[in-house]
Structures are given as C-alpha cells and as structure tokens.
C-alpha cells in the first residue's frame, strides 16, 4: 500500500514542478529584458555585495586592531559604492 502511496506523491510533485516551470516561462516573456548597462549595474551590485559579506566574516574573526580597522575601513568604502549605484 505504501507502494501506491510514494507514487502519487512522485506525480503530484511531478505537477507541481511542471507547475511552477510554467509561471516561470509566464514571468519570463512578461519581464522586459535588462540593458547592457542595467546587467553590468547588477553584476557590479552582486560582486560588491559578495565583497561586503566577506569583509563582514573576517571581520568577526579579526583579533588584530589594525587589521580591523583596515577592514573597517574596506567595508565602509564598499558600503559607499553600494549607496552610489543603488
């Protein structure tokens, strides 16, 4: 019986898949596509943000005060350039 039940569970998260593949394709033709200049920004904006997270983490590790303080001032400089382009 359980046999019969894990099927029908494979088929209805078969459908929901199929599902969620077709408001995805709808999302996708009704979202103009992005400039060359807005695709650069949000690259930018990603990298600059990945940037911010590491500075971030050895932040917390940082036992050294100069070496906090430098990555203080790198993560105030990169929180700078994130308000610039948002």
Known sequence: ?????NQSMARGWESK???EQM???EKAVRTPPL??????????LQGLELERTRLRR???????????GMLEQALAHVD?????LG
């Open 23 to 25: 408001l995805a394709a």
């Open 58 to 68: 050895e932040l917390q590790a940082a036992c050294n005060a100069r070496h906090r």
């Open 35 to 44: 400039s060359a200049e807005q695709v650069e920004r949000n690259a930018k």
């Open 17 to 19: 898949s199929v599902e």
């Open 80 to 84: 700078g350039q994130i308000a610039a």
């Open 1 to 5: 019986m359980a046999w019969v039940d």
